[in-house]
T-cell receptor
Framework: DAKTTQPPSMDCAEGRAANLPCNHS???????VYWYRQIHSQGPQYIIH???NNETNEMASLIITEDRKSSTLILPHATLRDTAVYYC?????????????FGTGTRLKVLA | SQTIHQWPATLVQPVGSPLSLECTVE??????LYWYRQAAGRGLQLLFY??????ISSEVPQNLSASRPQDRQFILSSKKLLLSDSGFYLC???????????FGSGTQLSVL
């Protein structure tokens, strides 16, 4: 399984863009990059995912490097409610299903 | 629309007692089902996943077991709880290949 590496914590000023990096240097060609976030004492919430191309939705943008060895999640205008732990994961495919292996994530703190 | 139910929300159990946590999914058929555990201040650990009725894959050898008696029901059990079984237990489901994971609200288990 491709593993991911994320910084343990980051701070971001409210209203500014939050750029959360993820390293997945051993990713395989058919593996997707997914991002989730977990607000304290809740289940993680899906944010966005991608394979090769950059993606954007109403929550965030995902930038994947051309060699696919790293990616960046961008929250364009961070709010206090974006304070959470952000997980970058890579999907493997054994036995007809996907195993979703989460690392320790990045704890983002949005400052007023 | 699909929903996932997980109960109870909190549980306090003595060491050596049995455990049964239940998770059900509504609004979809043949989901992939997952059990995760999160120790305090730690990341998510995949415990079990299932691709169909009676099909269980275990990720980490431990004091726990899982069963899937019905298509949309996933049960986490233990015959005798240990102190180390304390944590936040999360059930999740996905529709299949490279699909989003949807999490339940979790069960906070304290073993005393």
């Amino acid at each position: 399984d491709a593993k991911t590496t994320q910084p343990p914590s980051m701070d971001c000023a409210e209203g500014r863009a939050a750029n959360l990096p993820c390293n997945h240097s051993t990713i395989s060609g058919n593996e997707y990059v997914y991002w989730y976030r977990q607000i304290h004492s809740q289940g993680p919430q899906y944010i966005i995912h991608g394979l090769k191309n950059n993606e954007t939705n109403e929550m965030a943008s995902l930038i994947i490097t051309e060699d696919r060895k790293s990616s960046t999640l961008i929250l364009p205008h961070a709010t206090l409610r974006d304070t959470a732990v952000y997980y970058c994961i890579v999907i493997s495919y054994p036995s007809g299903t996907y195993k979703y292996i989460f690392g320790t994530g990045t704890r983002l703190k949005v400052l007023a | 629309s699909q929903t996932i139910h997980q109960w109870p929300a909190t549980l306090v159990q003595p060491v050596g007692s049995p455990l049964s946590l239940e998770c059900t999914v509504e609004g979809t058929s043949n989901p992939n089902l997952y059990w995760y555990r999160q120790a305090a201040g730690r990341g998510l650990q995949l415990l079990f996943y299932s691709v169909g009725i009676g099909q269980i894959s275990s990720e980490v050898p431990q004091n726990l077991s899982a069963s899937r008696p019905q298509d949309r029901q996933f049960i986490l059990s233990s015959k005798k709880l240990l102190l180390s079984d304390s944590g936040f237990y999360l059930c999740a489901w996905s529709a299949g290949r490279a699909e989003k994971l949807f999490f339940g609200s979790g069960t906070q288990l304290s073993v005393l």
